[in-house]
């Protein structure tokens, strides 16, 4: 039942949106619209899915050629629903143990690397990044998608693997049903120029 995560939560793909941007692009980005899914697979067959539209933060392009990105995306874990109450107050509390605050409430990406993209990069590639869950660090990686308006924003779908153990999250049951130990993150957002709001899209 966790992600976490974006994770992001949760929240890693957003990050990819910066790294792309050519020399004359805008530095710095800003989610303006984000959605993060953690696709939580059974032991006995099926899945159920943990949403939220919480994702936030704002990037700076620190290395064009490969692509790096400073500043990170945070995503808040109180707000994720599954579509039953219960289940959601079991997720939130006694797995990510969101009551503990700093380090377990919100998840974090950061360090973000496109290792296969330059400048003015669109379409596929692979990224890299850090993501802080349940009060734990470790690297994160997977497939990405990068789209781009004329007027400077970035689409981004990005999904990557998460191992509940690796990040000390006790293994999730509900009504005797179990979640397997690797859950899967996607996160579709996009990132605005620094400077402009979402309400200004």
Same mark, same amino acid.
């Given at each position: 039942?966790?992600?976490?995560?974006?994770?992001?939560?949760?929240?890693?793909?957003?990050?990819?949106?910066?790294?792309?941007?050519?020399?004359?692009?805008?530095?710095?980005?800003? +989610?303006?619209?984000?959605?993060?899914?953690?696709?939580?697979?059974?032991?006995?067959?099926? *899945?159920?899915?943990?949403?939220?539209?919480?994702?936030?933060?704002? =990037?700076?392009?620190?290395?064009? *050629?490969?692509? !790096?990105?400073?500043?990170?995306?945070?995503?808040?874990?109180?707000?994720?629903?599954?579509? +039953? /109450? =219960?289940?959601?107050?079991?997720?939130?509390?006694?797995?990510?143990?969101?009551?503990?605050?700093?380090?377990?409430?919100?998840?974090?990406?950061?360090?973000?690397?496109?290792?296969?993209?330059? /400048?003015?990069? *669109?379409?596929?590639?692979?990224?890299?990044?850090?993501?802080?869950?349940?009060?734990?660090?470790?690297?994160?990686?997977?497939?990405?998608? +990068?789209?781009?308006?004329?007027?400077?924003?970035?689409?981004?779908?990005?999904?990557?693997?998460?191992? =509940?153990?690796?990040?000390? +999250? !006790?293994?999730?049951?509900?009504?005797?049903?179990?979640?397997?130990?690797?859950?899967?993150?996607?996160?579709?957002?996009?990132?605005?120029?620094?400077?402009?709001?979402?309400?200004?899209?």
């Amino acid at each position: 039942m966790r992600t976490k995560p974006s994770g992001g939560a949760a929240a890693v793909a957003a990050l990819l949106a910066v790294g792309a941007a050519a020399a004359d692009a805008p530095s710095g980005w800003r +989610i303006s619209r984000g959605d993060v899914r953690v696709t939580c697979p059974l032991t006995v067959g099926g *899945s159920f899915d943990a949403r939220t539209t919480a994702l936030r933060g704002a =990037l700076t392009l620190t290395s064009a *050629s490969p692509a !790096a990105l400073g500043g990170a995306l945070a995503v808040d874990l109180k707000t994720l629903e599954t579509g +039953i /109450p =219960l289940r959601d107050e079991h997720l939130r509390d006694r797995y990510l143990e969101t009551g503990k605050g700093q380090g377990f409430d919100t998840a974090v990406l950061s360090d973000v690397r496109l290792p296969e993209a330059g /400048p003015g990069f *669109s379409g596929r590639t692979r990224f890299t990044g850090t993501l802080l869950l349940h009060g734990t660090r470790r690297p994160v990686s997977g497939p990405a998608e +990068i789209r781009r308006d004329p007027d400077g924003a970035v689409h981004v779908d990005a999904t990557f693997p998460v191992v =509940l153990a690796d990040y000390g +999250i !006790a293994a999730p049951r509900y009504l005797g049903v179990g979640v397997k130990d690797e859950v899967q993150v996607r996160t579709s957002l996009t990132a605005s120029p620094d400077g402009v709001a979402a309400a200004d899209r």
